[in-house]
């Protein structure tokens, strides 16, 4: 088994966000501040040398990625679009504002945002309480989130080789699930900013996250 590192990169700000709209599998560009994020995190990971790199098949993470890359002083200067890495799907929910749907779905418990919702019930109870509530059985609940996703992981393990530095660009709440399953003791009721930076360090069949939701100059 290989011994590489995997740097997570949360998308750009996009349309969606800036209007706190729920956004999982549908899509919106990136806004001016959306293509600051994603060039100052290639700036902030210039320096080190990307042997390979995914994307999520969204256009506002492959746009991402196309930034980071272009500023990046490794060997890959396009990303594999890998499907595994795209958001949660939220289901009916999707587009809706986001305080009202998080009062719907957390509010009678007094928890009233993404952030309370996950430090209540854990981002994998979330999931399953978004699905629960898809009056169109849309939104996926964690153990599809799961089977959904796995394959990624299964293509960085077959694919990857010793010393290799891997970006994917990808999104905050798959991040964020990414970080509870293999670190659960950070809190990732703190969210996953647009072009924040989180690393995991694959050793073999082991993988821990280094550092999650970094956003300043001191990466490595």
Same mark, same amino acid.
């Given at each position: 088994?290989?011994?590489?590192?995997?740097?997570?990169?949360?998308?750009?700000?996009?349309?969606?966000?800036?209007?706190?709209?729920?956004?999982?599998?549908?899509?919106?560009?990136?806004?001016?501040?959306?293509?600051?994020?994603?060039?100052?995190?290639?700036?902030?990971?210039?320096?080190?040398?990307?042997?390979?790199?995914?994307?999520?098949?969204?256009?506002?993470?492959?746009?991402?990625s196309e930034y980071i890359l272009a500023a990046n002083k490794g060997t890959?200067?396009?990303?594999?679009?890998?499907?595994?890495?795209?958001?949660?799907?939220?289901?009916?929910?999707?587009?809706?504002?986001?305080?009202?749907?998080?009062?719907?779905?957390?509010?009678?418990?007094?928890?009233? *945002?993404?952030?309370?919702?996950?430090?209540?019930?854990?981002?994998?109870?979330?999931?399953? !309480?978004?699905?629960?509530?898809?009056?169109?059985?849309?939104?996926?609940?964690?153990? *599809? @989130?799961?089977?959904?996703?796995?394959?990624?992981?299964?293509?960085?393990?077959?694919?990857?080789?010793?010393?290799?530095?891997?970006?994917?660009?990808?999104?905050?709440?798959?991040?964020?699930?990414?970080?509870?399953?293999f670190q659960p003791d950070i809190d990732v009721a703190v969210s996953a900013?647009?072009?924040?930076?989180?690393?995991?360090?694959? !050793?073999?069949?082991?993988?821990?996250?280094?550092? @999650?939701?970094?956003?300043?100059?001191?990466?490595d």
């Open positions: 088994m290989a011994n590489f590192d995997v740097y997570f990169v949360r998308h750009g700000q996009t349309v969606l966000n800036k209007y706190h709209r729920i956004q999982g599998w549908i899509d919106a560009a990136l806004t001016d501040k959306g293509i600051q994020d994603a060039k100052s995190a290639g700036k902030r990971l210039a320096h080190i040398p990307f042997s390979k790199a995914y994307t999520s098949d969204s256009e506002r993470a492959q746009h991402t890959v200067n396009k990303a594999t679009i890998a499907p595994a890495f795209r958001e949660e799907n939220f289901g009916y929910f999707e587009g809706n504002d986001e305080n009202q749907t998080w009062h719907m779905i957390g509010g009678p418990d007094g928890n009233i *945002t993404f952030n309370a919702m996950i430090s209540a019930y854990t981002i994998e109870g979330v999931k399953d !309480r978004i699905a629960a509530q898809d009056p169109f059985n849309d939104a996926e609940d964690n153990a *599809t @989130y799961w089977k959904r996703l796995q394959p990624g992981f299964d293509m960085l393990m077959r694919d990857c080789v010793d010393g290799d530095k891997v970006l994917v660009a990808s999104h905050g709440t798959t991040i964020r699930s990414i970080v509870s399953r900013l647009n072009g924040s930076v989180t690393k995991l360090e694959v !050793r073999g069949d082991d993988i821990a996250v280094a550092y @999650y939701n970094r956003v300043d100059d001191r990466l």
